[in-house]
């Protein structure tokens, strides 16, 4: 049994980071596949990206068939999910945040949600059942301003045409496995920013 690695912002784009949703998604999607015996994601580490590693048969499947199949499924996953990163004012107190995230996820079409006190809000939705109007429309809704709208598609990777030809090719054996990291739907980027924010409320006396 053979393994590969496909930088996991080539197949999927758009998703935060490897705790995403779409994420289990695509290993569902590809582990079932003629071939390959297994699918899971070796996390970002320093420098470097997360990634899916493939451990495959190579007479039953190739590095290029691998990495075909991959691009596929994660185009139609990202035809189907939306991910977006809003910025806002109104949140009053994290209570404040906790209600109005159980309200946005009662919403059609929006599969995770999270609001956090500073005024953020990731959500990740299928855009067959809703859209990023409708859904900026229900955050104005709970009482909220809407300062910044960004699709982590132009916000995370702006760079990934580029990463895509170059990296096309660039794969790395390993003989250890690897586990899969499940915490929640907010990336690291996220998390400091609210930190930070955070921070600097507390050194105001807030």
Not at 9 to 36: F, W
Not at 38 to 60: I, M, R, T
Not at 175 to 199: N, Q, R, V
Request: glycine share 6%; aromatic share 4%.
């Amino acid at each position: 049994m053979n393994k590969t690695r496909i930088d996991l912002d080539i197949v999927l784009p758009e998703v935060p980071d490897e705790r995403d949703e779409c994420v289990s998604r695509i290993i569902e999607s590809l582990q079932s596949r003629r071939g390959i015996d297994k699918v899971h994601v070796v996390p970002k580490e320093g420098n470097k990206k997360a990634q899916l590693c493939f451990h495959y048969d190579p007479s039953e499947i190739s590095i290029n068939n691998i990495e075909q199949l991959a691009e596929k499924a994660g185009a139609e996953i990202t035809e189907h999910y939306g991910h977006l990163l809003v910025e806002t004012s109104g949140v009053r107190h994290p209570r404040h945040a906790r209600i109005i995230e159980a309200g946005l996820r009662r919403q059609k079409g929006i599969q995770n949600v999270a609001v956090s006190g500073t005024g953020f809000i990731q959500v990740e939705f299928n855009k067959e059942a809703t859209s990023e109007e409708t859904i900026v429309h229900q955050i104005k809704t709970a009482g909220l301003k809407v300062n910044k709208v960004e699709d982590f598609h132009s916000h995370e990777h702006k760079e990934t045409a580029a990463l895509k030809e170059e990296h096309r090719h660039s794969h790395t054996a390993d003989k250890h496995d690897h586990e899969h990291s499940h915490a929640g739907i907010f990336g690291e980027k996220t998390e400091l920013i609210f930190a930070i924010i955070c921070g600097s409320f507390l050194a105001l006396g807030f």
